[in-house]
């Protein structure tokens, strides 16, 4: 009997279809969006969930002009929608634990260090790390998954930002946010325009659009 790894299959399906650095492109776009509005008003980033339409948008007709004509277009077998009890449950949990980590934090700062003191140290230090360790989440389980050594890189920068932008003393904690998340927007879009550029090299297109074969 024929042993065909359904899973192994679709893994290397994604590698192909994520070596062309549009996703990075993606991220380091948002995440400059996120650090230009947290730079200017903090409440401002909620607003930037309202940019992920327009930028998906736009992703994916790029790749249907420069990708899909390359390598071709696979469909992935979709997954059932979500229960929204679920969703919920997970949002309000996680929303939960993010609470009450940030409270334990205020609690033990302010009992160590006292209120002024600990309050500096919760947002000039603990906040910029914890934003820091959250935003490297994604990436780990996107290199576990599809076993992408760069999603490792990111999560390592992520993680390096969170302890070393407030080593630089900004005087407002939401700057130091802004230029965590610039930083690292401005990573993730360069190495995207890399992986693209190298990507456009290694698949060109013919006059009819299709491969001519790789380098």
């Known amino acids: 009997m024929l042993n065909i790894d359904i899973k192994e299959i679709e893994r290397r399906a994604h590698q192909v279809f994520l070596q062309d650095g549009w996703l990075e492109i993606f991220a380091g776009v948002y995440l400059l969006l ?20 327009p930028l998906r948008r736009i992703a994916v007709a790029a790749k249907e002009r420069y990708v899909y004509p390359r390598v071709g277009y696979a469909a992935f077998p979709v997954a059932p929608p979500p229960d929204p009890k679920k969703v919920a449950g997970v949002l309000i949990g996680g929303l939960a634990v993010y609470v009450l980590i940030m409270v334990g934090a205020l609690a033990v700062l302010y009992s160590t260090m006292g209120p002024v003191e ?21 990436p780990i389980v996107f290199a ?8 490792y890189v990111f999560s390592a920068a992520s993680v390096f930002l969170g302890f070393a932008v407030p080593s630089l003393g900004l005087d407002d904690w939401h700057k130091t946010l802004a230029l965590q998340m610039l930083i690292l927007g401005v990573l993730a879009l360069l190495s ?24």
């Open 34 to 53: 996120m650090g230009l509005a947290c730079a200017i008003n903090p409440s401002l980033v909620v607003f930037c969930v309202f940019a992920t339409l």
């Open 118 to 138: 600990g309050r500096a140290f919760l947002y000039g230090r603990f906040v910029p790390a914890f934003v820091g360790c959250l935003f490297a989440i994604g």
């Open 192 to 215: 995207g325009l890399v992986f693209f550029a190298r990507f456009l090299r290694k698949y060109p297109a013919t006059r009819e659009g299709g491969p001519v074969g790789s380098s």
């Open 144 to 151: 576990v998954k599809f076993a992408m050594a760069r999603g």
